[in-house]
């Protein structure tokens, strides 16, 4: 079992930045894919990026070279570093573990992107 808090969401401005956090506990949390989803209203919840328990890090299209995400498995924490923000990256993002077939979510956090 993981449990998953995620922080950091806001408002921020267009080609602002912003830095997201998850905490995970009750696990072992280096054994997980760590990933950051996103749902916008009226839209399905899509795939933002993941990460290996290695390292190795995949991205959306519409996120690559502007979005970084890390984890800390000593301190059992996952970042997603968003830069260059555009209005159409707002959406509630959630925070995700995965170690088939078990799957773990957050309960969200709001972001905005707005002038």
């Known amino acids: 079992q993981v449990q998953l808090v995620e922080s950091g969401g806001g408002l921020v401005q267009p080609g602002g930045s912003l830095r997201l956090s998850c905490a995970g506990s009750?696990?072992?949390?280096?054994?997980?894919?760590m990933g950051w989803y996103r749902q916008a209203p009226g839209k399905q919840r899509e795939v933002v990026a993941f990460i290996g328990s290695s390292g190795y890090a995949n991205y959306a299209d519409s996120v690559k070279g502007r979005f970084t995400i890390s984890r800390d498995n000593v301190k059992n924490m996952v970042y997603l570093q968003m830069d260059s923000l555009k209005p159409e990256d707002t959406a509630v993002y959630y925070c995700?573990?995965?170690?088939?077939?078990?799957?773990?979510w957050g309960q969200g956090t709001q972001v905005t992107v707005s002038s």
């Open positions: 009750g696990s072992i949390f280096s054994i997980y894919v």
């Open positions: 995700n573990a995965r170690r088939d077939p078990m799957v773990y």
